[in-house]
């Protein structure tokens, strides 16, 4: 539960074939990247947050819009890995630089298909706790086999 809203901007996802270093074999990596704005959205004459200072509660799982959809059987090697920065601290009305409080342990998860308990996407977990708005930029990687990934084609059905 948070008590903050949660904004998400994802940037382009960006998939490529790479081969690994020791063995040769054959790669799917997916970059996932955005921002995440909590608490408040920036003004877009300005680009800045509102400073509306409070104590809030985050523990959100953030599902990414432009989430592949995995099988779940072939993640069983799968490599995941994530990085969040912070982007931006609202200023406050004395103009001064804010409070942030903390955000720790921003994980990368699985979650599973609200329709199909064989699939898979990933979210963003963050947690911790805040004083002010915050802007984080997040990126996300995915290094899978590629048969791991399930291609829209695959997931229509035909009458």
Do not use: K
Not at 118 to 141: A, Q
């Amino acid at each position: 539960m948070t008590d903050a809203s949660v904004h998400l901007a994802a940037q382009p996802r960006l998939d490529t074939l790479v081969t690994e270093f020791r063995s040769d074999a054959r790669r799917l990596r997916t970059d996932f990247a955005g921002t995440a704005w909590i608490g408040d959205v920036p003004d877009p004459a300005s680009g800045m947050m509102g400073p509306r200072y409070q104590r809030r509660a985050v523990d959100s799982q953030l599902f990414l819009p432009d989430t592949h959809w995995y099988t779940v059987v072939a993640l069983d090697d799968a490599e995941v890995q994530v990085a969040v920065g912070l982007l931006q601290v609202p200023g406050t009305t004395q103009g001064t630089q804010g409070l942030i409080g903390a955000i720790a342990d921003p994980r990368a998860d699985f979650f599973e298909h609200p329709e199909h308990d064989d699939r898979v996407g990933i979210c963003l977990s963050l947690r911790g706790e805040i004083w002010s708005n915050v802007g984080l930029s997040y990126r996300i990687t995915v290094l899978c086999r590629p048969e791991a990934l399930i291609f829209p084609s695959m997931t229509t059905t035909t009458t």
